[in-house]
Nanobody, 120 residues
Framework: VQLQASGGGLVQPGGSLRLSCAPSENVFKINTWAWYRQGPGKQRELVAS???????NYEDSVKGRFTISRNNAQKTVYLQMNGLKPDDTAVYYCKADMMVARNSWYRDYWGQGTLVTVSS
């Protein structure tokens, strides 16, 4: 099973993008979804996360601009990014705490990353 992220691209400062991520095949259950990013010369950092119960957590610099959401029926996570800044330029990765089959166990799966470039 792989996680497939999409939605990245080139956007001007102040613009918006919506990222999405989903498993490549049907899985049993997803607990926590998260988005991470890694900018040029920077370490990977947590951007936002959302538990199955709906609790969210955001990195301080994106609060009020980014919104994480999930569709549990489609087992998809989204990251709506508004008011984008050049500092948001990074490869964005999704991560799922996922149980692939009923008789398996939870473990982390990572998406391949999607590039977001904010530039005029």
């Amino acid at each position: 099973v792989q996680l497939q992220a999409s939605g990245g691209g080139l956007v001007q400062p102040g613009g918006s993008l919506r990222l999405s991520c989903a498993p490549s095949e049907n899985v049993f259950k997803i607990n926590t979804w998260a988005w991470y990013r890694q900018g040029p010369g920077k370490q990977r950092e947590l951007v936002a996360s959302m538990t199955l119960a709906g609790s969210t957590n955001y990195e301080d610099s994106v609060k009020g601009r980014f919104t994480i959401s999930r569709n549990n029926a489609q087992k998809t996570v989204y990251l709506q990014m508004n008011g984008l800044k050049p500092d948001d330029t990074a490869v964005y990765y999704c991560k799922a705490d996922m149980m692939v089959a009923r008789n398996s166990w939870y473990r982390d799966y990572w998406g391949q990353g999607t590039l977001v470039t904010v530039s005029s």
